[in-house]
């Protein structure tokens, strides 16, 4: 037998659970795409894609996953043959710069590990060896390690020493759960997808963008018709919002969605995310007393709100979730991008995800099945989780 049936917990770092409220607004027969209420609602989404974003730039959206996005992003802001330095802090970093290499860039990578943050010295010693350099690839979240990048210095930095370059950055796991201040903060360029933080299925992405890379557009030798963000953000005509069909349904859903998210508050939302993830930290100190797991990035300040990377003895990574998915009915995500020789499937790896439409409940049975799990498997562990993690929801 198993204790599976009932309401399934997807707790892996994206797709992530999708609201009944988003779910309810997809299904419905299919609507007008030339005029009416659908045309009026994708205009109101852009403003409200910004406000999340923190920016009073510009957004267009794709019909992809956040491969695209990185694609269309790369697209809009350089020449084949330009020279870009990416900065990686996980897998989801050398996914972009290959995409970028093979678009016909000349990549350079600063590799800082799995378990770090970008190393603004060494940053600063590369910007300053080259200053030819396009645009610099971050990544503020990397799903793979679960590190979070301070994006704020990274633009004091290019200021600092008059570099040139384009900051791009990635955003597809942080975007509504870990603070972002686009604007504020510099970036350039900001790509996100909307089945993460923003809580709907799979297949609509976006590219925000301000002024400077705007205006840095119109210089490009050539760019893609099918990335090309220029009609998308300036759309004659409805279709060319999407560059063909729009993605009917999941508008509806990402309209839904995006309220639910600016009726709670976007500060609100980061908090949400950080208490949360501070009680799934306070268990995971508990735990990490029994000798065996152990938190990827030890620091909490360097920790993601929205994703949490774990190592026990390998295989028992991968026997925790098989355990957990054949008997819960509880899904946590695969080791990412941390393979090493003594492990080469990374089987003793498994990542939490705790994004988007996530709330206390769901957090203390996320960690009670975790534990039950670990009891189930034989992964020695400290004895007093539950209670510490209880502590921090229980202090609000
Ligand atoms: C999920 C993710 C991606 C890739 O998005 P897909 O939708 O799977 O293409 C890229 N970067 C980060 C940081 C991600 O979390």
New binding site residues.
């Given amino acids: 037998m198993n204790l599976s049936n009932g309401i399934e917990y997807l707790a892996i ?2 797709p992530s659970v999708i609201p009944e409220k988003v779910l309810q607004a997809m299904h419905r027969s299919s609507p007008n795409i030339y005029e009416g209420e659908l045309v009026e609602l994708t205009a109101n989404i852009v403003p409200k894609l910004c406000q999340v974003a923190k920016t009073g730039g510009n957004v267009a959206m794709y019909i992809s ?3 695209g996005a990185w694609e269309a992003a790369l697209s809009n802001t350089t020449n084949i043959g330009d020279k870009i330095l990416v900065a990686a802090t996980g897998r ?1 970093g050398h ?1 972009w710069s290959e995409i970028a290499q093979k678009n016909g860039l000349i990549t350079t990578v600063l590799d800082f590990g799995t378990s770090s943050t970008i190393d603004l010295t060494l940053l600063e010693t590369a910007l300053k060896k080259d200053k030819t350099y396009k645009a610099i690839l971050v ?1 503020h ?3 793979s390690t679960s590190v979070k990048n301070e994006i704020a210095p990274i633009r004091a930095l290019l200021n600092e020493i008059n570099h040139d370059a384009l900051l791009l950055v ?1 955003c ?2 942080s975007l509504a759960c870990d603070e972002f201040h686009m604007d504020d903060w510099g970036a350039d360029v900001m790509v996100a ?1 909307c ?2 933080g923003i809580m709907v299925p ?1 297949g609509v992405s976006f590219v925000f963008f301000n002024e400077k890379a705007k205006y840095l557009q119109n210089s490009l030798e050539m760019v893609s018709s099918y990335w090309d963000w220029r009609p998308r953000i300036n759309p004659d005509y409805y279709y060319r919002y999407f560059g063909g069909t729009a993605p009917t349904h999941h508008l509806y859903g990402l309209n839904v969605a995006l309220d639910m998210i600016l009726n709670e508050n976007i500060e609100m939302v980061w908090k949400r995310h950080e208490v949360l993830a501070s009680a799934i930290w306070a268990a995971i100190d508990s735990w990490e007393k029994g000798g065996e797991l152990k938190a990827n990035i030890r620091d909490k300040n360097l920790r993601s709100n929205a994703v949490t990377s774990l190592q026990v003895h390998s295989p028992k990574g991968t026997h925790l979730r098989k355990w957990l998915q054949e008997n819960t009915g509880l899904t946590i995500g695969i080791g990412l991008g941390m393979a090493t020789p003594e492990d080469p499937n990374g089987d003793g790896f498994f990542r939490l995800g705790h994004m988007g439409h996530v709330n206390a409940q769901m957090i203390m049975g996320l960690i009670a099945t975790l534990e039950t799990a670990m009891i189930a498997v034989g992964v020695p562990h400290g004895k007093n989780a539950i209670n510490e993690a209880a502590s921090v929801i229980a202090k609000l």
């Fill in positions: 770092p994206g996953n956040g491969h989801f996914g990544t979240v990397d799903t990635d597809i796991a997808a089945q993460k799979p």
